[in-house]
């Protein structure tokens, strides 16, 4: 299994009502949909029905957010190579 490369966001699973993956994948979808530049974190937040402070809890910036959804993808990608 290949080392996370997440250091950014060391904090727990879930806290609140959502998860870390929730959050990233709610930020990649809208991310694509709507472009990097025309997405806040207050949309990320509505949707997932959580208030925008709550993201800080996961991320300090929507820039950090960013690298997290790329640092994901490629360990999920290494972990696939891994397999081959």
Known sequence: ????RRSSTDAPKRRRGITRDALLQAAAELFA???????SL????DT???KK???YHYVRSKEVL????YETMLDV???RLAAI
Do not use: C, F
């Open 1 to 4: 299994m290949p080392k996370s």
């Open 33 to 39: 949909r709507k472009g990097y530049r025309a997405t």
């Open 42 to 45: 207050e949309d990320v937040a």
């Open 48 to 50: 997932l029905g959580v």
């Open 53 to 55: 402070t709550t993201i």
């Open 66 to 69: 960013l690298v997290d959804i």
């Open 77 to 79: 990608i290494e972990a």
